[in-house]
């Protein structure tokens, strides 16, 4: 895999938006790992390699269990490992980021609505959003996965 552009050096301005909105989600109150759960989730559906081992080591960074990390793909069917909340938002983030395909349907709005509070529902389909673009941004310039620069 050639990297193709370096997107931070080409559009510097571009960069740092999207950095702002990055900021604002860290800063919004959702907890760390709980977005970084749903940023690996996004990234697994995009299959972004790139974001996919970043968001990866962070969660380990975060102390979350290997073995949680592991089943973010079934999380459906991974019973109590993940809370309520996690599943919620892992199951909002998998509609919105499939949004040609659901059309986000009204049971999907009104299952996190049932969890998350108007600002926290808005606030992840921010950071839902923002890893979408940042998965599609890595891959059309084929960011090099940590990983894959080690070996």
Known sequence: MTHRIDYNQTAPDGAKALGG???YVMQSGLPVALVDLVYLRVSQINNCAYCLDLHTRDLIKEGVKIEKIALVQA???AGALFSERERAALAWAETVTRVAE???PDAAFQAARAV???KELVDLTIAISLMNAYNRMAISFRNTPQAAKAG
């Open 21 to 23: 909105v990055y900021g």
């Open 75 to 77: 999380w459906a069917e």
């Open 102 to 104: 659901t059309s986000v």
């Open 116 to 118: 998350f509070g108007e």
